[in-house]
């Protein structure tokens, strides 16, 4: 929904590099009209080469032109552009062939707008949007279809909220966030106090009262969760994205550039730092700290604070189910398997 | 919300028999007007025996009639209906209890049609829809409530979206579908391509510009999340049934008759073959392939491609927290332990 | 959304101590505004003290006043209630100084109402709910925007469901209440009979006609999923407390008081007993029965039945990733190690 291939856009690789800098080795017979994969590009595409295992399927490539790093220069003798990070340009190449769609600014008939809101002439209000009192709705905004959006929000410049997005009471969100429909931002975060005796008695709510706090530029996948903070509010930085399904707890804070992977779940006031990338389905449990450029590797549980960057990985390995359970079943009488170690070495020694 | 028991529908065992097959032993003296389960269904209930567990249980039914397989055919004395199986008897027996509820059709006032969208006179859209321009919707089906589907998309004959579902631009969604409320399809997959400078610099966004294709008779559980392809397609073959809660991440392809259970997450590219079966909460990582046939248990983390059909786990047994304490210590020891017994066997050895 | 903080509520320790109870030491020189945690709360905030870990911290709070456990009594001088369940009391002082928001009873002009529905005069239905046919709805409901609520849903005094949730057909959902966005309750279970010979056939669906049961005073955290009953019911007890992105398969039964932290899964069947506590992201296959009392550490997956009160823990723990590469790559070879320590220990008795 935010972007489409953009139809008129012809480009010879001079072109490219004049916008986008880099070393250009050859020029294109026909123009480019877009971008695609080493395997599937057409001659009208442009493709790229980061990965060196790709090298040998780069010698089949139907594209017309290649993006690639110095030390691969001579991999292809198609016209192509040389620059220090190919990945890199290459985004930039396909953001300039899928401009983002163009968006009638204005509010729908259908859409409920609060007392007190403010909401930009250049924004956009789609059908079934429900905004609450108080709420300031920045340039060029634009709330898809059937998002709920609380009192006393604020949604920066260029935020794009594409469906069925809901919003809670007093949060912040900043520019050019691009929210994925199904996210709900500032839900209660999951605070009871056990209020029983003998046995009687009933879990006492926390009220949540703090906010959620996101920066600029952050990208939250479908369904992703973020909770509202429980007094002190739930900070997301700048620049920081999330995948589809992750649940992020009340009071987190997660820093600038951070990149969380699908299904993730965080709980309460843990503190992620900059630069920080975390592998699908990990979990981090409450009131740690991950230091800047760590990484988690994916479905591993952080149940300690992390401080020195450096990959970190829980888990053990896949195994046919067979060996699993041969092997597995030791799991349980490794304490036991240690001693009897221990005592043969010591026999051992005596032995001696 | 799909369907309702049928009031009218009442059954002796031999029209059970004329529609479905099977090898019938006696009759109902009551008419049957519904299934149950073997410990619950009454004596107008017709209930099944699949799993030889339950054949102690089947003792005490009050179910009037029993369906079960040739090597049960005497576990009970009731009328029953023999065949190869039962539970496969049983659903479509279920089934013919259970017809799918009417629903009017027409377009609900309320609904708003984009420019071009076809949608045919027998289909039923209702409150609260939003749908885009060019958008082609076939006969018979449904659109459930707070439903969002964007421009360009086509849904074929007889598929239901429940409610709140969220459908993006451009995705083709086959015939017979069941999705339930939540469901988003067609999002931007996760794809970011680092452009840092000295720690300057920020990510830069892939657009993603593929599709989400699926099959027909295929299931989706709610708030489950298909990611759209980045510049290739994301593919769901027919008869997959995906349970709630699942992330597909893009340009996956799922083979047909494959069922993935709850909270599955599987990342970008991976390649999953036909008639395969993930328990839940398992996580495939990305630009794998999965073979045909396999199976993964719940909770298991596959990391590498599994090419031969079997079963496949990883993971540790589950245990008292303090013995959990005392084996998991030396977890962190293994090497150091491998070792050792290394050692010993050597000095061993030396010794005889 | 669910409360915000009120501004005229001024409070002295006394006033307090009169609505709770407890023993108060001293009383503050300003009345009190709210509450705040230890490290952020000002001179007009009461914050407490249950972690004895916090006690330094203390030292250095800026609150107005303290509550805190008899054995804490003298950890400050500052004004003080000493009571024998800080955190619960706190939770109640919490609660006062932020009531419940008021909201305005009707029906808004945008919601579609079914057949026979009875709505309580002082519900409050939301723009663009959807109510279906015989539908019931307490006094003070509320049904937030979006929310899609099928055919004969009962929802009992006081429930408030926050904004676009969607309750299933036939569901009955308790009184007091808290559901949050994008909660889906009622969705089929996921029970496929496979119908498949020498490869052809396709899964044969097990219409799912049970309902979901929601006790009294539950909280279901956003975009959580409860599933209908194959046959049976799905029942959610009294008191029970679901954090977001949890999903609970068809014929679970949850007791009273029991506790699940985000993103756990539960297969279908599975009975769970009463004060349970579950920790993120833990899994629990289907069918089993999970005593009173049990709690299941973060992450773990339940195999098999917990009939014991206690603690319980699958997984490993963190390491450096190359820590963990040395490890676990024993872990394949497990059974060969323990049959060389076996080996081992027999050749040693046979030197003595």
């Known amino acids: 929904m935010a972007r489409a291939p953009c139809e008129n856009t012809n480009m010879l690789l001079r072109d490219l590099q004049l916008k986008f800098g880099g070393e250009r080795l050859g020029e294109v017979t026909r123009p480019l009209e877009g971008v695609g994969t080493i395997e ?12 060196p295992k790709y090298r040998t399927v780069l010698a089949g490539t139907h594209a017309g032109a290649v993006i690639l790093s110095e030390k691969e220069r001579d991999a292809t003798t198609k016209p192509r552009i040389v620059v220090s990070n190919p ?10 062939f899928s401009p983002p769609i163009s968006f009638m600014a ?45 009192n006393n929000v604020s949604i920066a410049n260029d935020t794009h ?25 500032g839900a209660d975060g999951f605070g009871f106090a056990p209020d029983f005796n003998h046995g009687e008695g009933q879990w006492q709510k926390i009220p949540q009262t703090g ?7 952050v990208e939250i ?35 600038d550039h951070t990149v969380i992977s699908g299904c993730v779940g965080i709980a309460g006031s843990t503190k992620i730092g900059k ?12 009131h740690l700290t991950i230091g800047d450029d760590v990484i988690v590797s994916a479905m591993t549980l952080v149940t300690k604070s992390i401080l020195k960057a ?7 390995p896949l195994m046919p189910h067979r060996e699993w359970l041969k092997n597995a079943a030791h799991l349980r009488r490794l304490d036991l398997m240690a001693n009897k170690i221990r005592l043969s070495a010591n026999k051992m020694e005596e032995g001696e």
Do not use: P, W
Request: glycine share 14%; charged share 15%.
């Open 161 to 185: 909220l594409v469906a069925r997005v809901t919003v809670y009471a007093n949060c912040k969100i900043g520019a050019r966030n691009l929210i994925h429909a199904g996210v709900v931002i």
């Open 40 to 51: 599937r590009a057409t001659e009208s595409e442009i493709t790229f080469l980061a990965n």
């Open 106 to 150: 204005g509010v729908h008939a259908s859409a409920v707008i609060g007392s007190r809101a403010r909401v930009a002439a250049s924004a956009s209000i789609a059908e079934f949007v429900s905004i609450g009192d108080d709420v300031v709705i920045g340039e060029n905004v634009r709330i898809g279809a059937g998002s709920v959006i609380g």
């Open 211 to 217: 906010r959620v706090l996101i920066g600029d530029d």
């Open 87 to 96: 990945y890199a340009y290459f985004a930039r190449v396909a953001q300039l």
């Open 310 to 316: 450096g990959t970190y990985t829980s888990g053990t």
């Open 275 to 286: 630069r920080v990338m975390i592998g699908g389905k990990a979990g981090i449990i409450g």
């Open 221 to 255: 996948g479908a369904n992703t969760t973020i909770d509202r903070g429980a007094m002190d509010d739930t900070v997301i930085g700048n620049d920081v994205k999330l995948d589809n399904q992750i649940q992020v707890g009340h009071n987190c804070v997660i820093g």
